[in-house]
């Protein structure tokens, strides 16, 4: 498995608190990526990252921010949880970009929002 | 309408079937796709990489990809009950830093 852990694995908040997911990757990979999986939705990107520093945003980025201050860490913080932010939620790694981009997934993040 | 169209399922097919999963899209520019399988409550890990039009084969896995059709497929050949799990697909562009993903199919082979 390439080296991509997820923190917390599981979470239950409530809504209006803040919470931040971490993703480490020990594969010194340029890119990061963070994915919400909702049935009926599959993986929508809400922001990825092209080195430390850099990031971009996704096609569901509302109500989340991210940093990248080192190469092997990413975070995703939901500044005021709310209940359709319930969701898993799962960090990515890929060392290219475009062409064969095989992105690597971590184990994911089980958020509830009550 | 999404980028990626794909029949969320579930599917479920005895065991030794030919199992056939596809997607479709609307963006010509697509050149690069791929089958992502994620078993229950893991991480989606690559299965197969196609580059642009054709088949591609590995072990009893079969992609194919008809740009003409915007049309892309995945079969499995004598399938075992340890191919149950969503199934992905994934596209992009030439020098894109992102993929798109379809909904993936839920898949269950029956013993």
């Known amino acids: 498995d390439a080296g991509i852990t997820q923190s917390p694995r599981h979470k239950v908040t409530e809504t209006g608190t803040p919470v931040t997911l971490r993703c480490h990757q020990t594969?010194?990979?340029?890119?990061m990526y963070w994915y919400r999986q909702d049935p009926g939705h599959g993986l929508r990107l809400i922001h990825y990252?092209?080195?430390?520093?850099?990031?971009d945003k996704g096609e569901v980025s509302d109500g989340y921010s991210v940093s990248r201050s080192k190469t092997e860490d990413f975070l995703l913080t939901l500044e005021s949880a709310t209940s359709s932010q319930t969701s898993v939620y799962f960090c990515?790694?890929?060392?290219?970009?475009?062409?064969?981009?095989?992105?690597?997934f971590g184990p994911g993040t089980r958020l509830t929002v009550l | 309408q999404k980028e990626v169209e794909q029949d969320p399922g579930p599917l479920s097919v005895p065991e030794g079937a030919i199992v056939s999963l596809n997607c479709t899209y609307s963006n010509s520019a697509f050149q690069y796709f791929m089958w992502y399988r994620q078993y229950s409550r893991k991480g989606p890990e690559l299965l197969m990489y196609t580059y642009s039009s054709g088949n591609k084969e590995d072990g009893r896995f079969t992609a194919q990809v008809d740009k003409s059709s915007k049309y892309i497929s995945l079969f499995i050949r004598d399938s075992q009950p340890s191919d149950s799990a969503t199934y992905l697909c994934a596209m992009t562009v030439q020098g894109a830093q992102k993929l798109v993903f379809g909904q993936g199919t839920r898949l269950t082979i029956n013993p």
């Open positions: 594969e010194n990979h340029r890119y």
């Open positions: 990252s092209y080195g430390v520093k850099d990031t």
């Open positions: 990515a790694i890929s060392s290219t970009s475009g062409g064969y981009n095989e992105q690597f």
